[in-house]
């Protein structure tokens, strides 16, 4: 694992809302420090309504993490294009993040209820 990420347990409850609706709640989210960056929170698949998920052509690779693969949130609204990404199979010394969910943050609200 690289020496500038660390991952713990993220205290609380964490929740997401997109488009007037919450989309999922957990008690069981990870946080995740990189370097000097502000943390992020990944959330397990099974704590959220993946019906309102689809998924998307975009992918990425962090020479940290691996490949990201995204969503876009099919929101009441009108879709939240690639708001969400997912390391389905990240890099050594990431494995706890694999098949959990983070969310940019000024696309939805990420918040510790």
Same mark, same amino acid.
């Given at each position: 694992m690289a020496d500038h990420i660390k991952i713990h347990k993220a205290d609380g409850t964490w929740v997401v809302r997109a488009g007037g609706a919450v989309l999922g709640e957990s008690g069981n989210a990870l946080e995740l420090h990189e370097g000097a960056a502000p943390p992020v929170i990944y959330f397990p698949? $099974?704590?959220? *309504?993946?019906?309102?998920?689809?998924?998307?052509?975009?992918?990425?690779?962090?020479p940290h993490k691996?490949?990201?693969?995204?969503?876009?949130?099919?929101?009441?609204?009108?879709p939240i294009?690639?708001?969400v990404w997912s390391y389905e199979t990240p890099i050594d010394g990431? $494995?706890?993040? *694999?098949g959990h969910l983070a969310f940019y943050t000024d696309r939805v609200t990420v918040e510790q209820v």
């Open positions: 698949r $099974e704590d959220f *309504a993946m019906a309102f998920l689809s998924p998307s052509d975009r992918t990425s690779t962090c691996g490949k990201a693969t995204y969503y876009t949130i099919e929101a009441k609204s009108g294009k690639d708001a990431m $494995e706890r993040i *694999a």
